[in-house]
C-alpha cells in the first residue's frame, strides 16, 4: 500500500503518453490475435501470442513505466535506490530470459485496464460527441 507521501509525489507527477502507446500496442497485439476485450484478456494474450512478442510487450511496458516521472523520485520498496532502479533490474531479467512472463499479467491488466483508464480517454469524442456536450441542456438568454 502506498504512502501519503508517495500519494502525493504520484499526483505531482502525472503519467506520460509513453504508457498510453504501450497501451495502444497491447490493444492491437489483443486485436491481431482476435482475442475478445475481458477481464482475463491480458491472460489470454499472454497464453496466445509469440514468446517473442509477449518478451517485447513486456520490454515496452517496463521502460515506458521507468519513463515515468514518479519512477525517478519514489524509493524502491526492496533495495537503495528508486522505483526507476528496480525497473532497470526488472528488464535485464526480462531481457534475459529469467523472469516468468506468466507474473507480470497483473501489471498488465493494471496498467493496461486500471491506471490508464482512469487518467487518459481511450479515444477523443467525435465531432458529433463535441457538439452534443458542448451543447447546454438549457436555454440561456445571456448574450
Known sequence: ??????????????????????????????????????????????????????????????????????????GSRIGDRTLAGDLGILYGRVDSNQSDFASAIPLVKQVVFELVARTNPATPPIAFEKILFNTPLRSSSAF
Open 1 to 74: 500500500m502506498a504512502t501519503n507521501s508517495e500519494l502525493d509525489k504520484i499526483r505531482c507527477n502525472p503519467i506520460n503518453e509513453s504508457l498510453g502507446a504501450f497501451c495502444h500496442l497491447f490493444e492491437s497485439t489483443r486485436s491481431e490475435l482476435g482475442v475478445a476485450l475481458a477481464s482475463s484478456t491480458a491472460q489470454i494474450v499472454f497464453s496466445t501470442a509469440l514468446v517473442v512478442d509477449i518478451k517485447n510487450l513486456l520490454l515496452d511496458l517496463i521502460l515506458a513505466l521507468q519513463n515515468q516521472t514518479a519512477a525517478r523520485i519514489l
